[in-house]
Protein backbone atom coordinates (compact mmCIF):
# COMPACT_ATOMS: atom_id res chain seq x y z
CA UNK A 1 0.00 0.00 0.00
CA UNK A 2 1.46 3.53 -1.07
CA UNK A 3 1.77 5.77 2.29
CA UNK A 4 0.30 9.11 1.54
CA UNK A 5 1.95 12.08 1.34
CA UNK A 6 0.58 15.63 3.67
CA UNK A 7 1.88 18.74 4.09
CA UNK A 8 1.42 20.99 7.22
CA UNK A 9 1.49 24.49 6.88
CA UNK A 10 2.29 26.24 10.24
CA UNK A 11 3.76 22.80 11.53
CA UNK A 12 5.42 24.43 14.64
CA UNK A 13 2.53 26.41 16.68
CA UNK A 14 0.44 24.45 19.08
CA UNK A 15 -2.30 23.23 16.41
CA UNK A 16 0.41 23.09 13.93
CA UNK A 17 2.30 21.13 15.70
CA UNK A 18 -0.58 18.41 17.44
CA UNK A 19 -1.88 18.22 13.72
CA UNK A 20 1.87 17.44 12.36
CA UNK A 21 2.31 14.12 15.35
CA UNK A 22 -1.38 13.16 14.07
CA UNK A 23 -0.56 12.65 10.73
CA UNK A 24 3.03 10.92 11.53
CA UNK A 25 1.19 8.49 14.06
CA UNK A 26 -1.91 8.12 11.19
CA UNK A 27 1.09 6.65 8.99
CA UNK A 28 1.33 9.77 6.62
CA UNK A 29 4.36 10.84 4.94
CA UNK A 30 4.20 14.43 6.22
CA UNK A 31 6.34 17.46 4.86
CA UNK A 32 6.24 20.44 7.25
CA UNK A 33 6.84 24.70 7.31
CA UNK A 34 7.78 26.29 9.92
CA UNK A 35 7.54 30.26 10.65
CA UNK A 36 11.28 31.63 11.51
CA UNK A 37 14.70 29.51 10.87
CA UNK A 38 15.43 29.21 14.99
CA UNK A 39 12.12 27.03 15.25
CA UNK A 40 13.93 24.11 12.91
CA UNK A 41 15.91 22.52 15.17
CA UNK A 42 12.54 22.45 18.28
CA UNK A 43 10.76 21.24 15.44
CA UNK A 44 12.46 18.11 14.47
CA UNK A 45 13.23 16.66 17.89
CA UNK A 46 9.30 17.57 18.55
CA UNK A 47 8.72 15.78 15.25
CA UNK A 48 11.85 13.54 14.26
CA UNK A 49 8.80 11.54 11.91
CA UNK A 50 8.82 14.36 9.48
CA UNK A 51 10.14 13.72 5.43
CA UNK A 52 11.03 17.44 5.36
CA UNK A 53 10.57 20.77 7.06
CA UNK A 54 11.22 24.39 5.48
CA UNK A 55 11.26 27.61 7.02
CA UNK A 56 8.20 29.48 4.97
CA UNK A 57 6.55 33.09 5.29
CA UNK A 58 2.91 33.55 5.58
CA UNK A 59 3.16 37.11 5.29
CA UNK A 60 4.74 36.90 1.90
CA UNK A 61 2.37 35.16 -0.49
CA UNK A 62 4.20 35.16 -3.81
CA UNK A 63 7.85 33.63 -1.97
CA UNK A 64 5.07 31.12 0.18
CA UNK A 65 3.86 30.17 -3.06
CA UNK A 66 7.00 29.23 -4.21
CA UNK A 67 8.44 28.10 -1.47
CA UNK A 68 5.23 25.40 -0.89
CA UNK A 69 5.68 24.23 -5.01
CA UNK A 70 9.26 23.42 -4.05
CA UNK A 71 8.12 21.20 -1.00
CA UNK A 72 5.55 19.72 -3.36
CA UNK A 73 7.91 18.43 -5.80
CA UNK A 74 10.03 17.12 -2.82
CA UNK A 75 7.52 14.92 -1.74
CA UNK A 76 6.58 13.89 -5.29
CA UNK A 77 2.97 13.44 -4.60
CA UNK A 78 0.73 14.75 -2.25
CA UNK A 79 -3.11 13.48 -0.62
CA UNK A 80 -3.53 16.15 1.93
CA UNK A 81 -2.69 19.22 2.85
CA UNK A 82 -3.29 21.50 6.35
CA UNK A 83 -2.87 24.73 6.76
CA UNK A 84 -2.72 26.21 10.54
CA UNK A 85 -0.93 29.47 11.08
CA UNK A 86 -2.84 32.92 11.80
CA UNK A 87 -1.22 36.26 14.08
CA UNK A 88 -4.31 37.41 15.99
CA UNK A 89 -3.92 41.32 16.85
CA UNK A 90 -5.88 43.43 18.80
CA UNK A 91 -7.18 46.85 18.25
CA UNK A 92 -10.33 48.15 17.12
CA UNK A 93 -10.94 49.04 13.74
CA UNK A 94 -10.69 53.17 13.97
CA UNK A 95 -7.03 52.56 15.44
CA UNK A 96 -5.45 49.85 13.83
CA UNK A 97 -2.72 50.46 11.49
CA UNK A 98 -2.82 49.32 7.52
CA UNK A 99 0.09 47.79 8.07
CA UNK A 100 -1.12 45.61 10.37
CA UNK A 101 -4.61 45.00 8.67
CA UNK A 102 -2.77 44.23 4.98
CA UNK A 103 -0.24 41.58 7.38
CA UNK A 104 -3.18 39.82 9.13
CA UNK A 105 -4.82 39.59 6.06
CA UNK A 106 -2.11 38.04 4.08
CA UNK A 107 -0.91 35.34 6.51
CA UNK A 108 -4.50 34.54 7.79
CA UNK A 109 -6.18 34.92 4.25
CA UNK A 110 -3.86 35.43 1.23
CA UNK A 111 -1.48 32.03 2.23
CA UNK A 112 -4.18 30.14 2.37
CA UNK A 113 -4.78 30.73 -1.61
CA UNK A 114 -0.81 30.60 -2.22
CA UNK A 115 -0.99 27.46 -0.57
CA UNK A 116 -3.77 26.38 -2.89
CA UNK A 117 -2.67 27.58 -5.96
CA UNK A 118 0.55 25.38 -5.55
CA UNK A 119 -0.50 22.24 -4.24
CA UNK A 120 -3.99 21.94 -6.57
CA UNK A 121 -1.74 20.81 -10.01
CA UNK A 122 -0.58 17.45 -7.10
CA UNK A 123 -4.26 17.21 -5.43
CA UNK A 124 -5.90 16.91 -8.79
CA UNK A 125 -3.89 14.05 -9.86
CA UNK A 126 -4.97 12.43 -6.59
CA UNK A 127 -8.16 13.62 -5.75
CA UNK A 128 -6.26 14.85 -2.96
CA UNK A 129 -7.68 16.55 0.12
CA UNK A 130 -6.83 20.41 1.10
CA UNK A 131 -8.27 21.75 5.30
CA UNK A 132 -8.01 25.27 6.33
CA UNK A 133 -7.93 26.36 9.33
CA UNK A 134 -11.23 29.33 10.35
CA UNK A 135 -12.36 30.26 13.28
CA UNK A 136 -16.01 31.13 15.16
CA UNK A 137 -14.52 34.98 14.50
CA UNK A 138 -15.36 34.04 10.59
CA UNK A 139 -19.12 33.89 11.43
CA UNK A 140 -19.64 35.95 14.56
CA UNK A 141 -17.30 39.65 14.94
CA UNK A 142 -16.56 40.75 17.95
CA UNK A 143 -14.71 43.89 19.14
CA UNK A 144 -10.95 44.75 19.75
CA UNK A 145 -9.95 42.00 17.18
CA UNK A 146 -10.93 44.10 13.34
CA UNK A 147 -8.09 42.66 11.39
CA UNK A 148 -8.29 39.39 13.01
CA UNK A 149 -12.44 39.30 12.30
CA UNK A 150 -11.96 40.52 8.98
CA UNK A 151 -9.62 37.72 8.00
CA UNK A 152 -11.18 35.20 9.13
CA UNK A 153 -14.39 36.64 7.20
CA UNK A 154 -12.59 36.31 4.13
CA UNK A 155 -11.46 33.37 4.38
CA UNK A 156 -14.85 31.46 4.95
CA UNK A 157 -15.98 33.19 1.55
CA UNK A 158 -12.32 32.09 0.01
CA UNK A 159 -13.15 28.24 1.29
CA UNK A 160 -16.44 28.16 -0.22
CA UNK A 161 -15.22 29.37 -3.31
CA UNK A 162 -12.16 26.68 -3.69
CA UNK A 163 -14.35 24.07 -2.52
CA UNK A 164 -17.09 24.85 -5.44
CA UNK A 165 -14.06 25.03 -8.05
CA UNK A 166 -11.87 22.04 -6.97
CA UNK A 167 -15.05 19.69 -6.44
CA UNK A 168 -14.39 19.34 -10.70
CA UNK A 169 -11.48 17.25 -9.84
CA UNK A 170 -12.56 15.57 -6.97
CA UNK A 171 -10.38 17.70 -4.38
CA UNK A 172 -12.20 18.60 -1.36
CA UNK A 173 -11.47 21.66 0.45
CA UNK A 174 -12.39 21.67 4.30
CA UNK A 175 -13.28 24.92 7.05
CA UNK A 176 -12.07 23.65 10.38
CA UNK A 177 -13.61 26.24 12.74
CA UNK A 178 -11.99 26.28 15.87
CA UNK A 179 -12.90 27.38 19.27
CA UNK A 180 -10.56 29.07 21.47
CA UNK A 181 -7.70 27.09 21.64
CA UNK A 182 -5.08 26.00 25.32
CA UNK A 183 -2.06 26.88 23.18
CA UNK A 184 1.33 28.64 23.87
CA UNK A 185 0.17 31.31 21.25
CA UNK A 186 -2.79 31.42 23.24
CA UNK A 187 -1.57 32.47 26.05
CA UNK A 188 1.25 34.67 25.08
CA UNK A 189 -1.79 36.60 22.88
CA UNK A 190 -3.58 37.13 26.43
CA UNK A 191 0.02 38.54 27.69
CA UNK A 192 0.32 41.07 24.87
CA UNK A 193 -3.06 42.13 25.76
CA UNK A 194 -1.93 42.91 28.79
CA UNK A 195 0.29 45.16 27.48
CA UNK A 196 -1.35 46.78 25.64
CA UNK A 197 -3.67 47.73 28.03
CA UNK A 198 -1.06 48.97 30.14
CA UNK A 199 0.39 50.95 27.17
CA UNK A 200 -3.23 52.31 25.63
CA UNK A 201 -2.72 56.05 24.52
CA UNK A 202 -4.86 58.22 26.98
CA UNK A 203 -7.67 59.04 24.09
CA UNK A 204 -7.60 55.31 22.73
CA UNK A 205 -7.72 53.94 26.69
CA UNK A 206 -10.58 56.55 27.38
CA UNK A 207 -12.77 55.65 24.12
CA UNK A 208 -11.64 51.38 24.18
CA UNK A 209 -10.27 50.43 27.93
CA UNK A 210 -13.14 49.41 28.76
CA UNK A 211 -13.56 46.74 25.66
CA UNK A 212 -9.99 46.06 26.16
CA UNK A 213 -10.08 45.36 29.82
CA UNK A 214 -13.69 43.42 29.24
CA UNK A 215 -12.35 41.42 26.63
CA UNK A 216 -9.21 40.40 28.99
CA UNK A 217 -11.42 39.25 31.62
CA UNK A 218 -13.41 37.01 29.53
CA UNK A 219 -10.08 35.22 27.55
CA UNK A 220 -8.45 35.00 30.84
CA UNK A 221 -12.14 33.24 32.54
CA UNK A 222 -12.22 30.61 30.24
CA UNK A 223 -8.57 29.51 30.38
CA UNK A 224 -8.94 29.44 34.11
CA UNK A 225 -12.27 27.73 33.93
CA UNK A 226 -10.76 24.96 31.36
CA UNK A 227 -12.98 26.41 28.40
CA UNK A 228 -10.53 26.09 25.62
CA UNK A 229 -9.83 23.54 23.31
CA UNK A 230 -7.12 21.14 23.36
CA UNK A 231 -4.68 21.47 19.98
CA UNK A 232 -5.07 17.91 20.33
CA UNK A 233 -8.70 17.47 20.08
CA UNK A 234 -8.48 19.69 16.47
CA UNK A 235 -5.68 17.56 15.40
CA UNK A 236 -8.27 14.34 16.16
CA UNK A 237 -10.55 15.76 13.88
CA UNK A 238 -8.07 17.11 11.03
CA UNK A 239 -7.25 13.30 10.94
CA UNK A 240 -11.25 12.37 11.03
CA UNK A 241 -11.76 14.87 8.43
CA UNK A 242 -9.06 13.22 5.94
CA UNK A 243 -10.00 9.68 6.42
CA UNK A 244 -13.79 10.49 5.46
CA UNK A 245 -15.42 9.25 2.91
CA UNK A 246 -16.96 12.03 1.61
CA UNK A 247 -16.06 14.86 4.93
CA UNK A 248 -18.26 17.76 6.06
CA UNK A 249 -17.51 21.28 4.42
CA UNK A 250 -17.26 22.40 7.85
CA UNK A 251 -16.08 21.30 11.40
CA UNK A 252 -16.71 23.25 14.36
CA UNK A 253 -14.39 22.43 17.11
CA UNK A 254 -14.91 23.03 21.08
CA UNK A 255 -18.49 23.83 22.67
CA UNK A 256 -18.02 28.03 21.81
CA UNK A 257 -17.35 27.11 18.26
CA UNK A 258 -20.60 25.39 18.30
CA UNK A 259 -22.20 27.91 20.39
CA UNK A 260 -21.65 31.19 18.13
CA UNK A 261 -21.70 29.44 14.52
CA UNK A 262 -25.48 28.22 15.83
CA UNK A 263 -26.12 32.22 16.47
CA UNK A 264 -25.05 32.86 12.85
CA UNK A 265 -26.99 30.51 11.98
CA UNK A 266 -30.46 31.38 13.73
CA UNK A 267 -29.73 35.03 15.36
CA UNK A 268 -30.05 38.31 13.56
CA UNK A 269 -27.60 40.77 13.11
CA UNK A 270 -28.73 42.91 15.86
CA UNK A 271 -29.58 40.18 18.10
CA UNK A 272 -25.89 38.91 17.83
CA UNK A 273 -24.50 42.34 18.43
CA UNK A 274 -26.54 42.13 21.85
CA UNK A 275 -25.43 39.37 23.14
CA UNK A 276 -21.78 40.20 22.30
CA UNK A 277 -21.95 43.54 23.86
CA UNK A 278 -23.82 42.27 26.58
CA UNK A 279 -21.39 39.20 27.30
CA UNK A 280 -18.38 42.19 27.38
CA UNK A 281 -20.82 44.45 29.58
CA UNK A 282 -20.96 42.03 32.03
CA UNK A 283 -17.24 41.60 32.90
CA UNK A 284 -16.01 43.23 35.63
CA UNK A 285 -13.75 46.46 34.65
CA UNK A 286 -11.38 46.31 37.50
CA UNK A 287 -10.33 43.02 36.66
CA UNK A 288 -7.73 44.17 33.88
CA UNK A 289 -7.21 47.34 35.13
Not at 247 to 264: K, N
Amino acid sequence: MTVPNALVVGANGGMGLSVTRALVNASYRVGATVSRPEAVPAFREDCPGCAIVEVADLADADLLKAQVERLVDFMGSLDAVVICAAVAPFAPAETTSFDVFRRTMEINCLSNLAVYQACLPALRKTHGRIILTGSWSGVVATPVMASYVASKFALEGLADVLRQEAGAWNVDVVLIQPGSLDTQMMRRSQASLAQVISELPDEEAALYGNLYRQMKYRADEGLTNANYTSPETVAEIVVEALRAEKPETRYQVGTDAEYMCQLARTKSDREIDSLILDLYRTAPLESGS
